[in-house]
């Protein structure tokens, strides 16, 4: 376990956040992979506020609203102005939406707001995010709900998540047009082996000083190192396609995989911690977010603040994989 947390500003915000970044996405009912019982869920946020961890993300789409109501519960102990708070708009919080229960238009958004601050037991959020851009709503019209928040004090910041890079510029010179509250943060997808995004959004954002909070930063498990080419844990075959992990993944992604492992074996540490430390040497990341199944992983995920990789190793690490962006990704 590492002695002590770490914290850095949010982009250029006065915001103080931890460098770990508690994501609640497995909090509630749904699926086998997620923290179905409440009370276990609320010990792994405690433990977290117990390891120095200051920032929480959520989503009102999450378990249909579950999530919310989870981390609301375990929140309602601490001093709120100790921690910070994230949620996001886009997608449905329900399994049966209807019309203007989904996307960024203003009415959904003013709705959304109010249903996450009720489930969450507060009366702000600290970052308040679009989970999504949306093509079918004027990014003014979003802009304008967003800024309305922040004013009337609901929301403090706002962020936005998985986008193209110029859709991402769009909304921030449109904030700088129109005088409408501006994009503090971005939350991409990042990680060892899905770095598309550094030929997407992180130069814009290290142009723009946005702060970065990368989400899946352990490739969905993947980087844990608890598949083999033939088996995942206990002998598992991926889920979704019931094919074999060898062929859910890449030569490359596996390359990658085998250089984590090598180094986690000549420090002595675990192949999370090092796929961890990594992105924590990226100067444009502030927070990767993390989803720990117990507290044991979330200990272990910690204490990646404590390795330090050479150029040299962190040049292992990168090398099988020549990042490329293209339109999937969103």
């Known amino acids: 376990m590492t002695d002590s947390m770490e914290y850095t500003r949010l982009g250029t915000t006065g915001l103080e956040v931890s460098r770990f970044c508690l994501g609640c996405m497995n909090f509630g009912t749904g699926a086998d992979w997620m923290i179905n019982d409440e009370d276990e869920a609320i010990e792994v946020i405690d433990a ?3 390891l120095g961890i200051n920032f929480f993300d959520t989503a009102n789409t999450y378990s249909n609203g579950e999530s919310e109501k989870i981390l609301g519960q375990a929140i309602q102990g601490y001093d709120r102005e100790e921690i910070a708070i994230a949620s996001k708009v886009y997608f449905p919080a329900t399994d049966s939406p209807g019309p203007n229960q989904q996307g960024l238009s203003r009415k959904h958004i003013l709705e959304q707001v109010e249903d996450s601050l009720d489930r969450l037991g507060t009366d702000y959020l600290d970052l308040y995010q679009i989970h999504r851009w949306d093509d079918s709503t004027p990014i003014e019209e979003t802009l304008s709900a967003l800024d309305t928040l922040v004013e009337d004090g609901r929301v403090r910041y706002i962020g936005a998540s998985t986008m193209a890079s110029w859709k991402f510029m769009k909304a921030l010179a449109t904030s700088d047009i129109e005088d409408y509250e501006r994009f503090a943060c971005m939350q991409p997808e ?8 550094e030929a997407n959004v992180l130069p814009l954002c290290a142009d723009q000083e946005i702060g970065v909070i990368p989400w899946s930063p352990l490739a969905g498990g993947f980087l844990t190192g608890k598949y083999s080419r033939s088996d995942g844990p206990d002998g598992a075959r991926m889920a979704e396609d019931e094919s074999a992990p060898e062929e859910r993944w890449s030569e490359e992604e596996w390359a990658v995989l085998d250089a984590v492992r090598e180094i986690a074996a000549e420090r002595d540490r675990t192949p999370a911690q090092v796929s961890l430390a990594w992105l924590l040497h990226k100067d444009v990341v502030d927070a990767p ?3 720990p199944r ?3 992983h979330l200990e272990e995920n910690v204490a990646a603040l404590d390795v330090e990789l050479s ?7 990168e090398a099988p994989i020549d990042p490329e962006w293209s339109s999937k990704y969103t």
Do not use: C, F, P, Q
């Open 190 to 197: 990042y990680s060892l082996t899905s770095r598309h995004e």
């Open 289 to 291: 977010i993390i989803g």
């Open 48 to 50: 977290a506020r117990d």
């Open 311 to 317: 150029d040299d190793e962190i040049e292992r690490l």
């Open 294 to 296: 117990s507290i044991d």
